[in-house]
């Protein structure tokens, strides 16, 4: 079926390990996007990409790592996983006027 | 730089009661402005964009309007299946088709 999926939907991990979240699309939209929700702060920025191998930083990209060898995936990596990157993570993909949102990884770091 | 404020921060209806959710932006060239819906647990799910002031976008029982400097989603006869948490985003004209989202508004309809 057509549309964007997250893997895994739920994950603990411990400080300092690495972590990759994957994000799978099967429109072929040229953008893809990686926000994290936190409360009191919404939906913010990590990391974009314009299409294959070009990414750039968003609002708040230190300790997070992103590469698009395809356009259809966009995995971001948690370097060294620390406390402040529990979160949930959303990728996104779409074109000029929308953007179309994954159903999210919930993210624990103890 | 870019900014969405959303008020409230939470909204409570009787269901039938209409209202209006606000969205405050400032943005140096507006290239669209976004409405999305959110269920607890899933991602925002795309609703509208509006990309001009004086624009105005509907769907069911929800109607989004554009200003230069607010937008309004008016919510009709609300039912409980309305109950969500509403975003705000902006994406400016020079932005690579980023999004800057606000808070969001949490309604919540009584039956």
């Known amino acids: 079926d057509a549309g964007i999926t997250q893997s895994p939907r739920y994950k603990i991990t411990e400080t300092g390990r690495q972590v990759t979240l994957m994000c799978h699309q099967t429109?072929?939209?040229?953008?893809m996007f990686w926000y994290r929700q936190d409360l009191g702060h919404g939906l913010r920025l990590i990391y974009y990409?314009?299409?294959?191998?070009?990414?750039d930083k968003g609002e708040v990209p230190d300790g997070y790592v992103v590469s698009r060898s395809k356009t259809e995936n966009f995995p971001l990596t948690l370097e060294s996983a620390t406390r402040s990157q529990t979160s949930v993570y959303f990728c996104?993909?779409?074109?000029?006027?929308?953007?179309?949102f994954g159903p999210g990884t919930r993210l624990t770091v103890l | 730089e870019d900014q969405v404020t959303q008020s409230p921060e939470a909204l409570r209806l009787q269901e039938g009661e209409s209202s209006s959710l606000n969205c405050s932006y400032t943005?140096?060239?507006?290239?669209?402005l976004f409405w999305y819906r959110q269920d607890p647990g899933k991602g925002p799910e795309f609703l509208f964009t509006?990309?001009?002031a004086g624009e105005e976008k509907e769907k069911e029982r929800l109607k989004a309007t554009l200003t230069k400097k607010e937008s309004f989603l008016h919510i009709t006869a609300p039912k409980p299946e309305d109950s969500a948490t509403y975003l705000c985003?902006?994406?400016?004209?020079?932005?690579?088709?980023?999004?800057?989202f606000g808070s969001g508004t949490r309604l919540l309809v009584r039956p």
């Open positions: 943005v140096s060239g507006l290239r669209g």
């Open positions: 996104a993909s779409g074109h000029t006027d929308t953007q179309y």
């Open positions: 985003a902006v994406q400016a004209m020079d932005s690579s088709y980023k999004l800057i």
């Open positions: 429109w072929s939209h040229s953008y």
């Open positions: 509006l990309y001009s």
């Open positions: 990409s314009a299409a294959a191998d070009i990414t």
